[in-house]
């Protein structure tokens, strides 16, 4: 079949609307001449004349009569499919977003979020999905719209981000521990019992990469695979867990968070999502609306949002 030529629907729409070659000429910015030619085209294609001489005017065929309400719709049709897309109205915006975030981020950002979403957009509906890997294919998929996370090796290349705020590991550990009192040396956390949180299993990180630098080991006790759970342990034993302080903050209740006595950089939380989702205006919306809630120091004042 020989593909046909649309740009026919954009003259026959002005030709029947106008009802003449001048006037549909005048309305796509062409010449009489080039019009002619064009309506020619048209009579071949339909095998219909559609515009015949009646007087010195031209009056539609039956075919033309009944091709104009719906050309008419092609058209109109076709410009909205083509043009930008609108800012979108949060307060009548009807959608369900799903965001892929660890708890200690809903605990910390959550409230203030959702408070948010009722007051400016209360048909909007945010799910917060569980995060078991660091794995992009369902930002890929479509399955996820947004992600929280610290950007790393096994993040897709091809994925956007946009920094949320900056947090930094502190040492955590129960009321009364024998490293609150004192000053917390390099040696003194060195010789302390510790927890390791790691998804994976890893039984090494950054901490004891800088622990290394000082020729210091530490001795792990036991392995977790989350937040909540190293800061269970430490609660109740005289375990040291390291941990974020801005992403725990709502965890640690009565527990003590000393700083680290050596450096250690710190991390940078962004959201991800898949660039197929970059221009969808309700989609960059809520964008917006996370940053700025992370800048509104959900962490009682402490966020540095970059």
């Given at each position: 079949?020989?593909?046909?030529?649309?740009?026919?629907?954009?003259?026959?729409?002005?030709?029947?609307?106008?009802?003449?070659?001048?006037?549909a000429?005048?309305?796509?910015?062409?010449?009489?001449?080039?019009?002619?030619?064009?309506?020619?085209?048209?009579?071949?294609?339909?095998?219909?004349?559609?515009?015949?001489?009646?007087?010195?005017?031209?009056?539609?065929?039956?075919?033309?009569?009944?091709?104009?309400?719906?050309?008419?719709?092609?058209?109109?049709?076709?410009?909205?499919?083509?043009?930008?897309q609108?800012e979108?109205?949060?307060?009548?915006?009807?959608?369900?977003?799903?965001?892929?975030?660890?708890?200690?981020?809903?605990?910390?950002?959550?409230?203030?979020?959702?408070?948010?979403?009722?007051?400016?957009?209360?048909?909007?509906?945010?799910?917060?999905?569980?995060?078991?890997?660091?794995?992009?294919?369902?930002?890929?998929?479509?399955?996820?719209?947004?992600?929280?996370?610290?950007?790393?090796?096994?993040?897709?290349?091809?994925?956007?981000?946009?920094?949320?705020?900056?947090?930094?590991?502190?040492?955590?550990?129960?009321?009364?521990?024998?490293?609150?009192?004192?000053?917390?040396?390099?040696?003194?956390?060195?010789?302390?019992?510790?927890?390791?949180?790691?998804?994976?299993?890893?039984?090494?990180?950054?901490?004891?990469?800088?622990?290394?630098?000082?020729?210091?080991?530490?001795?792990?006790?036991?392995?977790?695979?989350g937040?909540?759970?190293?800061?269970?342990?430490?609660?109740?034993?005289?375990?040291?867990?390291?941990?974020?302080?801005?992403?725990?903050?709502?965890?640690?209740?009565?527990?003590?968070?000393?700083?680290?006595?050596?450096?250690?950089?710190?991390?940078?939380?962004?959201?991800?999502?898949?660039?197929s989702?970059?221009?969808?205006?309700?989609?960059?919306?809520?964008?917006?609306?996370?940053?700025?809630?992370?800048?509104?120091?959900p962490?009682?004042?402490e966020?540095?949002?970059?």
């Amino acid at each position: 079949m020989n593909t046909p030529d649309f740009n026919l629907l954009l003259t026959l729409d002005a030709l029947l609307d106008e009802g003449s070659v001048a006037g549909a000429a005048r309305r796509l910015s062409l010449s009489p001449s080039a019009m002619s030619r064009a309506l020619a085209r048209l009579r071949e294609t339909t095998g219909d004349p559609l515009l015949v001489r009646a007087g010195r005017g031209l009056v539609p065929t039956p075919r033309a009569l009944a091709l104009r309400a719906q050309v008419s719709q092609l058209v109109q049709d076709a410009h909205a499919v083509l043009r930008p897309q609108q800012e979108v109205d949060p307060a009548s915006l009807e959608r369900t977003f799903r965001l892929r975030s660890s708890d200690g981020f809903v605990e910390a950002v959550g409230p203030a979020l959702l408070a948010r979403l009722a007051a400016e957009a209360p048909g909007v509906r945010l799910h917060f999905l569980a995060k078991p890997d660091k794995g992009s294919r369902p930002l890929r998929s479509g399955e996820l719209d947004f992600e929280t996370g610290v950007i790393g090796a096994e993040t897709a290349p091809e994925l956007r981000t946009q920094a949320l705020f900056q947090d930094h590991f502190v040492t955590v550990v129960r009321p009364g521990h024998p490293l609150c009192d004192g000053t917390l040396t390099a040696a003194r956390y060195a010789a302390a019992h510790h927890v390791l949180v790691s998804r994976r299993g890893r039984q090494h990180s950054p901490i004891d990469e800088a622990l290394a630098s000082l020729g210091r080991t530490r001795t792990i006790t036991t392995l977790v695979p989350g937040f909540a759970t190293a800061l269970a342990l430490v609660r109740g034993s005289d375990l040291v867990a390291t941990v974020p302080e801005l992403h725990c903050a709502s965890l640690l209740g009565d527990l003590v968070a000393l700083p680290l006595p050596f450096p250690l950089p710190g991390i940078r939380v962004a959201l991800l999502w898949h660039p197929s989702q970059d221009a969808d205006p309700a989609h960059r919306w809520l964008r917006t609306l996370i940053r700025e809630t992370c800048a509104q120091a959900p962490y009682g004042g402490e966020t540095r949002a970059t």
